[in-house]
């Protein structure tokens, strides 16, 4: 199987189907990529079900410590596939091609890192791993293994949409970039409900620091990656602020966080993410001299600039909702009459990513979104809390761009 089969298969599962049931089969054929998935929870899931729909992959086994998560995990899992709580079963098996890593973040680097020292492809969930030391040095262990595919988990990577904005950004259609403002943000405590104390920290693992880099790294990340494809220039500072000012739960990581990000081309990236208040939502605006592209996750708005006027109808330029009136978020864009709004297939990047992913391998070609592409991020997601909790500025240096060259 070709890797064009590997994205055309993408494709029509995002046409044609929903991620939900799954399609177990009996076995693995020869030409098919055996893969393991270890951490089995949510986005472990999402990533087993994605993957047993496309041809072309086959889930030979899975690994959770919570062995509730491992009997939730099997409705996903093909018919032969094995559940296990030690990962280095996994690794071990030598009929395992390839891994999909979506443990909780702390446990990035040490899996990663086995699993390249035990010969297999690595498919590993943002953000990549935790702090600039492990960010360089799994970068410097991928570079010693190129025979072997590294895919970073930036799904966005893989969305029409965010590729037709790219284009109509580098076409000069928004005329040169100003700015960019990137917003994520929720109104609740962020927490998942726990069927027994003991298991706290491993089910809420994003509340603490032992774990996690929180908002940062969870959900500004994906804008991150966003725009460092969009910008093309090296970071040049980092600054931000951030609290625990509304959830006084226990929690360890920020529950609000604003990050700055100065680029040297001259563009300015603001990345805010709230879990007090969700006006709308996720967004991304890339605010240019002739006129602005506005992206949520499924649809994306391409506003020229002009005379001062309202969104006809009343329209939320992003969700295409009708709003009742002004106070309502019914948006005061310039020229709005001529604004249009930019379709793309596909509402879901998942599978297309899990596509490209499995193409590389058979082409034996490193993906858009690698090792560097990951590791650079990481360091703008350790920037970013360094900032924070400093109150300081913290500045790239030299030797991170040489280290993520091929980024």
């Known amino acids: 199987m070709r890797r064009r089969e590997f994205i055309a298969a993408g494709g029509a599962i995002l046409a044609g189907a ?11 054929p020869s030409d098919t990529i055996r893969t393991g998935v270890i951490g089995a929870g949510v986005r472990g899931q999402q990533l087993m079900d994605a993957m047993s729909r496309l041809p072309g992959f086959h889930v030979a086994a899975y690994c959770d410590v919570l062995p509730f998560r491992l009997e939730e995990a099997r409705q996903f899992a093909d018919r032969d ?10 690794l071990d098996d030598p009929s395992v091609d390839a891994v999909c890593i979506a443990t909780t973040f702390s446990e990035h680097y040490r899996v990663a890192m086995d699993a390249l020292d035990a010969g297999k492809h690595v498919y590993c969930e943002k953000t990549l791993v935790k702090g600039i030391d492990e960010s360089l040095a799994l970068k410097s262990r991928a570079d010693e293994s190129p025979h072997l595919i590294f895919q970073t988990g ?24 100003a700015a960019i403002a990137c917003q994520w943000n929720r109104n609740g405590d962020w927490r998942r409900a726990v069927p027994d104390p003991r298991w706290e920290r491993q089910i809420n693992w994003r509340m603490y620091r032992e774990y996690s880099s929180g908002l940062v790294a969870e959900l500004s990340a994906h804008q991150m990656d966003f725009c460092n494809r969009l910008v093309g220039s090296d970071v040049v500072s980092i600054q931000g602020f951030g609290g625990i000012d509304y959830w006084k739960d226990g929690r360890e990581t920020y529950d609000n966080t604003h990050v700055t990000c100065r680029y040297a081309s001259g563009i300015t990236a603001t990345f805010a993410s709230l879990t007090s208040n969700s006006l709308n939502g996720y967004r991304v605006s890339v605010l240019g001299k002739k006129g602005s592209v506005i992206l949520g996750t499924r649809h994306g708005w391409f ?22 009136d002004g106070s309502q978020a019914a948006y005061q864009y310039s020229n709005a009459s001529a ?5 793309a297939p596909d509402d879901d990047p998942t599978p297309q990513a899990l596509a490209g992913f499995g193409g590389a391998i058979v082409d034996g070609r490193q993906p858009v979104s690698g090792a560097g592409t990951g590791a650079a991020v990481a360091v703008m997601v350790q920037m ?9 500025p913290q500045a790239w240096r030299p030797e991170y761009t040489r280290a993520f060259s091929d980024s």
């Open 18 to 28: 929903t991620l939900g049931g799954s399609l177990a089969r009996a076995g693995a």
């Open 81 to 90: 596939a094995y559940g296990t709580a030690d990962y280095r079963r996994i």
């Open 154 to 177: 930036f799904q966005y990577q893989s969305s029409p949409l965010y590729r037709r904005a790219i284009e109509l950004v580098r076409n000069g259609d928004i005329g040169d970039v």
């Open 339 to 343: 604004a249009y709004r930019i379709d």
């Open 384 to 392: 970013s809390l360094d900032a924070m909790d400093t109150m300081t």
């Open 303 to 324: 506003v020229p600039e002009g005379e001062s006027g309202d969104v006809p109808g009343g329209v939320d330029l992003v969700s295409g909702a009708s709003v009742a």
